[in-house]
């Protein structure tokens, strides 16, 4: 009986890592997508504009871009108070730039 409970444990621990496994993949994929895509925008694009809009589109993915979570995805896409903060502050500092 005890070696039957361990073997379901390692079946549940399996099962767990394989879908992790396959969220990962996805996640991956979507970034290289987003990766080649941004790479055709570089050329089309002038640099000043760029970062922005790149942060802007990675925290409108899903992902935080601020220093604590870098790169983390964001838990049922919640609002980061550290990423508006650094999204708005870009914002700001390219609008004041325009003056």
Known sequence: MVTLADIEAMKKQ??????ENTVLRL????????????EHET????VSKQGN???????????HI???FYGQRRENDEECMFCRELLD??????NSKKF
């Open 14 to 19: 399996v099962q767990g890592l394989v879908e």
């Open 27 to 38: 996640e991956n994929t979507k970034l290289r997508e987003r990766l080649n895509h941004l």
């Open 43 to 46: 050329h089309a694009k002038p």
């Open 53 to 63: 809009e790149h942060l802007e589109g990675i925290y409108d993915e899903g992902f």
């Open 66 to 68: 601020c220093n604590f």
């Open 89 to 94: 502050r870009k914002l700001d500092n390219a």
